[in-house]
């Protein structure tokens, strides 16, 4: 169990560029979380994955988001044509649970996005 | 629609003190509760959780939270602060298969 791995730890993009991050959950895993968390907040859930099935995307995500989970392992998110408001640091969390209720999240280290 | 409501963005507490950090929730069904902890650098990390086996719950490193369906809160406490405890503490709440967070508190701990 080496936890949940996130790539890059930072990035830092210019207004109107796109940009990939990567998240490798804990093996066997079948469910993988996105987040993204802004200073003074709690994280907000962004998307979900039930192995490689996208089951809920939030209302937050513009259509300038798009993530997948080809195979049911890692998964990506791509931002394309980043905005200012995009800045935030985004989170990867993964789980094994046969029951969404008592569902324990393992969380990566986050990838701090800065668009300029 | 499940939420949580932290009382305090921050809290400071001398060590040795207790530690009392204020969660309500809101839940149109019976709750699932979480608190995370975030350590500096760190991914967040759950400390315990209610699941409805015992209104008492005991988690890692000295901390419990008591569940009180007449106050809806969930508030969690630990007897003796220690500087290690210094961090961001999130409440969270099962909604469907989200988990929902609260703002955060963060906890500053005194020599």
């Known amino acids: 169990d080496t936890g949940v791995s996130q790539d890059p730890r930072h990035k830092i993009t210019k207004r109107g560029q796109n940009v990939t991050f990567r998240c490798d959950p804990i093996?066997?895993?079948?469910?993988l979380y996105w987040y993204r968390q802004t200073l003074g907040q709690g994280p907000e859930f962004l998307t979900y994955f039930q192995n490689e099935a996208q089951l809920e995307k939030s209302r937050l995500l513009s259509d300038r988001f798009s993530a997948e989970r080809p195979k049911g392992s890692f998964s990506t998110l791509e931002i394309q044509r980043t905005e200012q408001g995009d800045s935030a640091m985004y989170l990867c969390?993964?789980?094994?649970?046969?029951?969404?209720?008592?569902?324990?999240?393992?969380f990566g280290s986050g990838t701090q996005l800065s668009v300029l | 629609a499940q939420s949580v409501t932290q009382l305090g963005s921050h809290v400071s507490v001398s060590e040795g003190a207790l530690v009392l950090l204020r969660c309500n929730y809101s839940?149109?069904?019976?709750?699932?509760l979480f608190w995370y902890v975030q350590y500096p650098n760190q991914g967040l990390q759950l400390l315990l959780k209610?699941?409805?086996?015992?209104?008492l719950v005991k988690g890692i490193n000295g901390f419990e939270a008591e569940f009180k369906k007449s106050e809806t809160s969930f508030h969690l406490t630990k007897p003796s602060a220690h500087m290690s405890d210094a961090a961001e503490y999130f409440c969270a709440v099962k909604g469907g298969f989200k988990t929902i967070f609260g703002a955060g508190t963060r906890l500053f701990v005194k020599a």
């Open positions: 093996s066997e895993h079948n469910r």
């Open positions: 839940s149109s069904v019976p709750p699932y």
């Open positions: 969390a993964s789980s094994l649970t046969a029951s969404a209720t008592n569902e324990k999240l393992f």
């Open positions: 209610y699941t409805s086996a015992a209104t």
